[in-house]
C-alpha cells in the first residue's frame, strides 16, 4: 500500500511539473511571436591575430559555411538520429522526451538524462552562456521559440551544423571535415561523418586527436542507431573499422605542432578576463589580439622537431618572453599538440634544479655577501639539531676541494656553495627572494631548496625570471593584449602591472656573474655549465641551467627577451643525458632567432657599481690576463 501510494504522488509530482512547462511554454510562444526576428550572425567564429596584428588562427573561417545539400547525407542523418530523432516533427522542444527526462530526473533525485533539441542546442551556442540556472533555460526557450516561428527547419540544421563544437578548434562541419580528413563536408564517406557527428557530445574527449578510442566507441554507437531506424544496413555496420583510419590533423595557415599550445593558453587567460561576457567567450564572436610573434613560435616549433623524438617518451617545453612588457612572445607545451594536449608550461609542476640558484645569490648580495666571498667546496653533510643530516652532491661528484668564490660558485653551479650559502643566510630568506620576485607558489624552506627541489610552475617561474630580466621590476606574463567583438568593439585591453622590487645593483652583479656559466676563464676542476654555448650565441646574455634526477632546464635573458626550455618525462622516469645539450639548441635557435636583426642593450650600472679587474677561479689579483674578469660590488664592499 505504501508503495503504491508513493507511487501516485510521484505521478502527481510529475503530471502537475509537465503541466505547468506546458503552459508556460505557450505562454513564452506568444510573446515571441510578436517580438523582433532573431538574427543568425558569425557569432561562432574566433580570430587570433599575432603581435603585428596578423590573423593566424581562427576557429572557424568565413568562407566556411556551407549549405545543407552539401554536406554529407551521413553527417545530416547522424546528427538528427542521435541528436533529435524528432527534429523535423516538433516546434523547437521534444514535450514527449522532456516529460521522459523529468521523471527519470525525479526518480533518481538527481540530473541524469537531457532533452535538448537541435533547435536548443543552437541558440545556446549561439547567445548563451552553459550555466544550468533557470534564467539561461528561460532565455534558451524564448530564443528556441523566436527561431523556430522565423526560420526552416533546414535553415535551423544548417545553421547548427555550420557552428557546433567539433574540437580542436574547428566550429564547423567544414572546418572539421578540413581539418580531422582534409575533405570537403560533401566527401565525408560514412566512417568519417560518424566520428564528427559523436565529437560534440564532449569535443574534449571525443575528438579523434585527442582521444582516437573514444572517438570510434561513440561512432558505433550512433551507427547502431543508423541501424535500428533504416538509415543505414547492418552489413554497413558490420564493416566499420575495420582498419583504422588516417586522421590528417593539420591546418593550412601556420600548421605547427606547438601552436595549438599557445592558443589553449589565451583561451585560458580570455575565461579569467571578468569583462567579457562568457556567451562570446563561448561561441565566440570575438577578435583576440595577442603577443605571439610567429617567427619566433615557428623557430620554436622547427627547433623542437629538430632536437626532440617522437620514438622515446621525453617531452619538451619552453616560452619566451618580452620581460619589458611580460607578453608572452612564443610557448609550446610539449613537442606535438596532436599527440598531447597536455601544456607543460601552464599546467605542470617540476623540479627547477640550479636555475633557482640566482635568487639565492642576490639573497646573498643583499645580505652582505659580494661576488668573492668564500666557502670552502668539498664533500660535506650537513646535521641539524634534530640530528638529521643533509648530504649534497656536485655534478659528477667533483669538489674544488679548496675555498671558492660566489661568482665561481655560480659558474661551476656548485650545490655546496648554495647549501652553505643558503644555511648561512638562514632557509627563510630564499623563501621571501622568490615571493618579492613574484613567485605565486608556496616555497618549503628546508635545505635542498637551494638546490631547486620544490616543483614549480614553468609559467609562474617565468614571472619570477622577469624580475630580474626588467633590471628588479615585476611584469607578470600575459597573452592578450586586446579583445574586440566582430564590429571592432573594445571588450577588454590589457593594463601593465609593474612594480620595482629588487635593488638594481644587486641585480646588475647577479645578472653579470651569469654570464660566467659560458665564460672560458673559469674553466677548472669543472667547466662552466654552459660552456656549450659560448661560439653559439651572438650577443650577451644572463644564463643559467639546472638539472635534477628527471629534468633539464635552462633558462636565459637580456634586457630584451628571455627564454626557458625544459626536458623531462611526464612520468617522472629519468632522461638521457642528451638533452641537457638539446634543450640549450632550441633556448639558443629560439632566442636568437626573435633577436635577429634588433638591436639590443644590456644593462647599465649606477655610478654606485665599481668593477676591479681579478682571476676568474681565484677572485685574487691577476698573474696573467688569460683568466682575468670583472668583478662587480656595491661601493664600500669591494675591501
Known amino acids: 500500500m505504501m508503495i503504491m501510494k508513493r507511487m501516485y504522488n510521484l505521478y502527481r509530482i510529475f503530471l502537475f511539473l509537465w503541466i505547468s512547462f506546458v503552459v508556460c511554454i505557450w505562454g513564452i510562444y506568444l510573446y515571441a511571436y510578436i517580438s523582433p526576428k532573431i538574427v543568425l550572425n558569425s557569432a561562432n567564429r574566433i580570430y587570433l591575430y599575432d603581435n603585428k596584428e596578423e590573423l593566424v588562427f581562427e576557429s572557424n573561417n568565413n568562407n566556411d559555411w556551407v549549405s545543407l545539400k552539401n554536406i554529407s547525407k551521413y553527417v545530416r542523418n547522424a546528427t538528427i538520429i542521435s541528436e533529435d530523432k524528432s527534429f523535423y516533427n516538433h516546434s523547437g522542444f521534444d514535450y514527449l522526451r522532456i516529460g521522459k527526462a523529468m521523471f527519470n530526473n525525479i526518480k533518481s533525485g538527481t540530473i541524469v538524462e537531457g532533452a535538448s533539441t537541435i533547435s536548443q542546442q543552437y541558440v545556446k551556442n549561439l547567445y548563451l552562456d552553459f550555466n544550468q540556472t533557470w534564467k539561461r533555460k528561460i532565455d534558451e526557450a524564448f530564443l528556441t521559440i523566436k527561431l523556430e516561428l522565423r526560420y526552416s527547419k533546414d535553415e535551423i540544421l544548417e545553421g547548427y551544423l555550420n557552428t557546433i563544437n567539433y574540437g580542436q578548434g574547428n566550429y564547423g562541419i567544414a572546418s572539421a571535415s578540413k581539418y580531422y580528413f582534409n575533405k570537403n563536408a560533401s566527401d565525408l564517406t560514412l566512417e568519417e561523418a560518424l566520428m564528427l557527428v559523436g565529437i560534440p557530445r564532449s569535443p574534449e574527449n571525443n575528438n579523434p586527436i585527442a582521444n582516437y578510442d573514444n572517438c570510434i566507441k561513440r561512432a558505433r554507437i550512433i551507427a547502431s542507431l543508423l541501424v535500428k531506424n533504416g538509415y543505414i544496413t547492418k552489413e554497413e555496420y558490420d564493416n566499420l573499422y575495420k582498419n583504422k583510419i588516417e586522421i590528417y590533423g593539420k591546418r593550412e595557415r601556420n600548421n605547427m605542432s606547438t601552436l595549438m599550445y599557445y592558443s589553449d593558453a589565451v583561451n585560458e587567460e580570455l575565461n579569467s578576463i571578468s569583462s567579457i561576457p562568457k556567451n562570446l567567450i563561448k561561441s565566440g564572436g570575438i577578435k583576440i589580439y595577442t603577443t605571439l610573434d ?19 617518451d621525453v617531452q619538451l617545453a619552453g616560452i619566451l618572453v618580452n620581460p619589458k612588457t611580460g607578453g608572452v612572445l ?78 665561481a660558485a655560480l659558474a661551476y653551479s656548485d650545490n655546496i656553495y648554495a647549501v652553505k650559502t643558503h644555511l648561512f643566510l638562514g632557509e627563510e630568506q630564499l623563501v621571501k627572494t622568490m615571493k618579492m620576485a613574484g613567485l605565486k607558489e608556496k616555497l618549503n624552506p628546508v635545505p635542498s631548496l637551494a638546490l631547486g627541489s620544490q616543483e614549480l610552475n614553468m609559467l609562474d617561474y617565468a614571472n619570477s625570471y622577469i624580475t630580474l630580466a626588467n633590471y628588479g621590476t615585476t611584469n607578470e606574463t600575459y597573452f592578450i593584449e586586446r579583445v574586440e567583438d566582430v564590429n571592432g568593439n573594445l571588450l577588454y585591453k590589457h593594463k601593465e602591472k609593474s612594480k620595482e622590487v629588487f635593488n638594481k645593483d644587486s641585480v646588475f652583479i647577479i645578472n653579470e656573474m651569469m654570464t660566467n656559466t659560458y665564460n672560458p676563464a673559469f674553466i677548472d676542476y669543472l667547466n662552466p655549465t654552459i660552456i656549450y654555448l659560448n661560439s653559439k650565441i651572438s650577443r650577451k646574455y644572463a644564463i643559467k641551467s639546472g638539472t635534477t634526477d628527471n629534468d633539464y632546464w635552462i633558462v636565459g635573458y637580456n634586457p630584451d627577451a628571455l627564454m626557458m626550455v625544459w626536458a623531462g618525462n611526464d612520468m617522472n622516469k629519468s632522461v638521457n643525458s642528451v638533452y641537457s645539450k638539446k634543450i640549450k639548441n632550441i633556448w639558443c635557435d629560439t632566442i636568437e632567432e626573435y633577436l635577429k636583426d634588433k638591436e639590443t642593450s644590456w644593462y647599465e650600472p649606477s ?33
Open 294 to 312: 610567429v617567427n619566433a613560435q615557428k623557430k620554436l616549433d622547427d627547433s623542437i622537431k629538430e632536437n626532440g623524438s617522437n620514438e622515446d
Open 330 to 407: 612564443a610557448l609550446a607545451g610539449g613537442k606535438n599538440y596532436a599527440r598531447s594536449q597536455y601544456n607543460r608550461v601552464t599546467q605542470s609542476k617540476r623540479q627547477v634544479g640550479s636555475t633557482i640558484k640566482p635568487f639565492l645569490y642576490y639573497s646573498a648580495l643583499e645580505n652582505n655577501m659580494t661576488e668573492s666571498s668564500r666557502f670552502y667546496s668539498s664533500k660535506v653533510s650537513f646535521v641539524f639539531g634534530n640530528k638529521e643530516t643533509y648530504t649534497p652532491n656536485n655534478y659528477s661528484n667533483l669538489y674544488a676541494n679548496k675555498e671558492i668564490t660566489m661568482a
Open 607 to 639: 655610478n654606485n657599481i665599481i668593477g676591479i679587474p681579478l682571476d676568474a677561479v681565484s677572485g685574487d689579483t691577476p698573474k696573467s690576463s688569460k683568466n682575468t674578469v670583472i668583478y662587480y660590488y656595491k661601493k664600500g664592499t669591494e675591501n
